[in-house]
């Protein structure tokens, strides 16, 4: 028989204590994972012991709202009384100074899990915690230990008649939320949804008053109301959703990878392609990460890696094991070797982590690598929804861009992917070893027409991320004078050829024009040129320095205002009626109307006309219409 007994927790508590509350503060709900992985602990340790043995093994979580309680009962191997001394009254001591000194600050991590600290999480939320357990071994008697602070306990000989342990949870007021069922459910779901041993969650029925039972068994008209055989529900099984992640990929079918996906991160839609990680050599790690479709706005989005040890979740996103450009994937990592709890300075320093987080980088790299091999057509498809993914990946990760820049595409305005060599060799002699690329081809499609009539492919780069990755790929791709230009910053590859007069007299009528446009248009800054297109169609078109519109771009995308860039030239074609009557004409108003009207245009094809414009613009178009008229 157990003699009851009363004494202190064999450590400096009084230290320790303090220091779980800081680090669990704003992560309280972890103490369910904590009471739900010792009860998965217990019943496997009793099942290599007994590996012949039936039976039931589950933990149940238990809610009593009533009682202000959450129980969680397990029938593991249970403990002696001696057991009990041993592992939850003499946390372990050594090395506990030291401990101290490594988690002050703010290096918090790392804390549930040392020195058996993970069941004392209980007291982040519980005013009192109870235990009442059996072992398994023969003539073992029951225990019962309670502690109303982690401090200070009593134990004696308790009742429990079954092998195992219920430990229970009597919240404290601050901590209520987790007496609501759903915020419960949501912790179990979230922590335990695959964990190996079947995890229980069930609820113990609000007692009616008698006053209201007599009512309700009472109709409208006073009589008995009739009984029903409706029964009571039962314990809902938790993680009732395999582990997909854990079987062999041959064995696994496309409708189960889109099952779990559709389970685990609760959308509709369906994932362009996975990648299944399957090692248990040079370390153990598996996992299935999803590609979903992105959105040029990627930028705002995150995706959601979970990081399971053993199928115990331990967080979301952990950006020290997951490269950074992954986090907009989908997907669950499992790495039993991690341990449940560890700080962010150990993970960012840890050779291991690193090489974690290498070789997943490596795998997705495979998987791109794979598909533009061996199914390219499909490749192509998947293309414009993963590109900005792929991207980023690469300006992030030198080894993920060498291991994919022959993958890269570049989608044409006429629908066609071509990689960066296959571009430059198709479009040799024409622009030289110039991408020409669009980020509008609404917008800038008189642009696109005249690359198309020379020739020359243009490349559709209108994400977000294309800005940067344009210089990225001038500077990394490998080919000596590589460069982008937008079709508008530049006309050179539109001119016809001239004679030393012709360019002469262009130049003598440019600075005659100049003063009429500077006047007409109200930017005394604009630099008029006049050059002989061979696309006699188009009047004019503004055009940009390159490098200073990507500057002045940059400046827009951190918050500066720039309405009109100051490097852009107007390019009247000498080679148009409209232009050529412009040069001819004597009539002052219908110069200066045919001026503002020629920029207006030119300018249409690089942004949206203000309100105020759009106004002068069509009293300008009415007008000129009127002279056509007479």
């Known amino acids: 028989m157990t003699q009851q007994q009363k004494g202190n927790i064999s450590i400096h508590a009084q230290n320790i204590m303090p220091i779980i509350k800081r680090w669990l503060y704003s992560d309280k709900d972890i103490f369910v994972r904590e009471m739900v992985s010792n009860g998965c602990d217990a019943i496997t340790k009793e099942k290599m012991l007994h ?6 093994y589950r933990v149940t979580v238990t809610l009593d709202k009533d009682a202000n309680e959450i129980r969680f009962a397990d029938n593991g191997i249970g403990m002696t009384a001696e057991e009990v001394e041993k592992y939850i009254n003499q946390v372990a001591f050594s090395g506990a100074e030291e401990f101290l000194k490594n988690y002050e600050g703010d290096n918090k991590g790392g804390i549930i899990g040392h020195f058996g600290l993970g069941f004392y999480s209980a007291f982040m939320v519980a005013d009192k915690v109870t235990i009442d357990t059996l072992s398994d071994s023969e003539g073992a008697e029951p225990v019962r230990w309670i502690s109303e602070d982690g401090m200070a306990f009593t134990m004696e000989t308790g009742d429990h008649t079954e092998r195992g342990t219920v430990i229970t949870l009597h919240i404290s007021e601050e901590e209520s939320e987790f007496l609501e069922e759903y915020r419960l459910r949501e912790v179990l779901h979230r922590y335990c949804g695959f964990m190996a041993t079947p995890v229980y969650f069930d609820m113990v029925k609000a007692e009616e008053p ?35 992640w854990l079987k062999n990929p041959k064995d696994c079918t496309p409708d189960e990878y889109k099952s779990f996906y559709h389970d685990v ?86 050779g291991y982590v690193k090489k974690l987080s290498a070789y997943i980088t490596r795998k997705v790299a495979d998987k791109l690598t794979g598909l533009f091999n061996t199914e390219r057509d499909n490749y192509q498809k998947y293309w414009d929804d993963i590109h900005p993914f792929v991207k980023y990946g690469c300006m992030r990760d030198a080894k993920f861009f060498e291991q994919v820049k022959d993958t890269l595409l570049f989608k044409t305005t006429k629908g066609e992917y071509l990689t960066l060599a296959e571009y430059l060799s198709k479009n040799e002699g024409k622009v030289g070893k110039k991408v020409i690329y669009t980020n509008d081809p609404t917008r800038q499609a008189a642009s696109v027409a005249l690359y198309d009539n020379e020739g020359v492919d243009v490349v559709v780069m209108d994400s977000l991320i294309d800005l940067n990755f344009v210089s990225f790929m001038e500077y990394s791709a490998g080919v000596d004078g590589l460069s982008f230009a937008r079709v508008d910053a530049d006309s050179e590859a539109f001119q016809k050829e001239q004679t030393e007069e012709e360019k002469k007299q262009s130049e003598e009528d440019a600075k005659k024009l100049a003063d009429l446009f500077a006047d007409a248009t109200g930017h005394k800054d604009l630099t008029v040129k006049l050059n002989a297109l061979k696309d006699e169609s188009l009047p004019a078109m503004l055009v940009q320095d390159e490098q200073g519109r990507r500057f002045s771009e940059m400046g827009r995308i951190y918050g500066q205002d720039f309405k009109l860039p100051e490097h852009y030239t107007l390019v009247l074609n000498a080679s148009n009626p409209v232009v050529q009557s412009l040069i001819a004409s004597e ?20 942004r949206p006309l203000e309100k105020d414009e759009i106004t002068s613009f069509l009293s300008r178009s009415n007008k000129l219409l009127e002279m056509l008229c007479k």
């Not at 590996?51 to 039931?56: F, G, M, N």
């Not at 029903?228 to 997909?244: F, W």
Request: hydrophobic share 35%.
């Open 265 to 350: 991160f609760h959308t509709f839609d369906d994932p362009l392609f996975y990648v299944h990680l399957n090692v248990d050599y040079p370390f153990n790690l598996k996992g299935i990460l999803y590609f979903p479709k992105l959105t040029n706005d990627f930028g705002t989005k995150e995706g959601e890696i979970k990081l399971f040890s053993g199928q115990v979740f331990v967080a979301d996103n952990i950006k020290e094991v997951i490269p950074e450009f992954l986090m907009l994937l989908k997907g669950v990592i499992d790495c039993p070797d991690l341990p449940l709890n560890v700080s962010r300075s150990f993970l960012q320093n840890d």
């Open 210 to 244: 008698a006053e209201e039972k007599a009512a309700d068994s009472k109709n409208s008209e006073g009589d008995e109301s009739p009984k029903t055989d409706e029964a009571p529900k039962g314990p809902e099984l938790i993680n009732s959703t395999p582990a997909l």
């Open 587 to 606: 009539d002052g108003e219908k110069r200066t109307l045919l001026a503002a009207q020629l920029f207006d245009l030119a300018r249409m094809s690089t």
């Open 51 to 56: 590996p012949d043995q039936e039976c039931d």
